[in-house]
């Protein structure tokens, strides 16, 4: 064995993927690098907003607010207030702090600067040690068809507060959009590629969608894990359970591993949920449990920590599974 820092990718959404790369960012034995979603991004107030990109950086350098998960913490409400006073609507929230970041991004995206390349540079200022990429530096975006029509993914999320039955998604902006350069790189020189336990079909997915990025993964023979978003056929938070009960998808982790298919050699699963296991091993894919609830940074840390154990022993540590 050798003691060349692992190159781990990890895919990953906003809340639940930011707290998989919280864990794994503590680890020394590792180089880091993130391929986020821009599926959620939109124009609020004329200024683009990237909310799990932003998650991914307020997560990683601690600006975020703990309490809710997203969002800049001490942040205030200011320019919202005024803009409410307008008339604007403003059902999304953006502190104060938060309008800072969109504000320079959107100034950059304005004079011809790659999303990528803004992200980079947002990340340096945050002092953010993992690479944050990008599937793509063109616009696509998540729209959710409800019984209240096509709503972008911010207006179901946000808005809508994921009441509406999801019916169908889709990815605007799929056929034009090309893969990044640096998301090509990084797939084909990961030595471990981890799919972090968001939201499979309003994260991941619109990171798989893109031209290039499923074949790309598809390619590489290393080892290719997922840590399911369910526990017990519930979502820890958001609408992962219910957009797959009204998609006629099994809601467990049968069925997160099943969307996944061959796309992974290994599923991550909670203890709680061990029956499941002989039937995941029937579709082809390894199954682990273990606790995969992270409700602080130690649970974090080591939850990365049996992930990287079991990537490279193929067992997970002693202990773990009950
Ligand atoms: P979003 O973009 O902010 O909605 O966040 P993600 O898509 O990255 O993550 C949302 C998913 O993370 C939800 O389906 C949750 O069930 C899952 N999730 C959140 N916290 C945890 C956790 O501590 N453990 C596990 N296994 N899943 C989690
Ligand atoms: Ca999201």
């Known amino acids: 064995m050798t003691n060349k820092p692992l190159n781990v990718l990890l895919l990953a959404g906003g809340v639940g993927g930011a707290k998989m790369a919280e864990g794994l960012q503590s680890n020394s034995n590792i180089v880091l690098t993130i391929l986020g979603n821009i599926g959620d991004d939109d124009s609020f107030h004329g200024l683009w907003v990237s909310p799990d990109i932003d ?17 800049v913490r001490e942040d205030d409400y200011k320019a919202l207030s005024f803009l409410s006073k307008l008339g604007a609507d403003t059902w999304m929230s953006l502190g104060d702090k938060d309008f800072g970041l969109h504000i320079y991004r959107t ?3 304005r004079r011809g600067d790659r999303a990528s390349d803004i992200t980079k540079d947002i990340a340096k200022a945050f002092g953010i040690e993992a690479r944050i990429i990008l599937p793509s530096d063109d616009i696509v975006q998540t729209k959710v068809l409800t019984d209240k029509g096509w709503l972008t993914f911010q207006e179901y999320f946000v808005k809508e507060r994921c009441d ?21 790189d990084a797939i084909s020189t990961a030595d471990i590629i981890l799919i972090a336990p968001s ?3 309003v994260s991941i997915s619109p990171i798989l969608k893109i031209p290039g990025i499923l074949e790309a993964l598809k390619e590489t023979s290393v080892k290719k894990l997922a840590v399911s978003p369910l526990i017990n056929g519930k979502a820890v938070k958001g609408p992962a359970e219910k957009i797959m009960t009204s998609l ?23 203890n709680v949920d061990s029956e499941l296991s002989p039937k995941i091993r029937t579709l082809g894919i390894e199954v682990f449990c273990t606790d995969i609830l992270m409700s602080n940074s130690s649970e974090k840390k080591r939850l990365a920590e049996e992930i990287l154990f079991l990537a490279k022993n193929n067992n997970l540590p002693e202990g773990a599974e009950r």
């Open 107 to 109: 100034e950059r995206l």
């Open 164 to 184: 509406p039955e999801v019916k169908e998604i889709k990815f605007e902006g799929l056929e034009v959009a090309k893969p990044t350069y640096e998301a090509l």
């Open 55 to 71: 998650t991914m950086i307020y997560t990683l350098s601690e600006e975020i607010n703990r309490k809710q998960g997203w969002g």
């Open 248 to 270: 006629g998808m099994q809601a467990d982790a049968i069925g997160i591993a099943s969307f996944y298919g061959d796309l992974i050699d290994t599923i991550i699963i909670d």
């Open 199 to 201: 939201n499979p079909f």
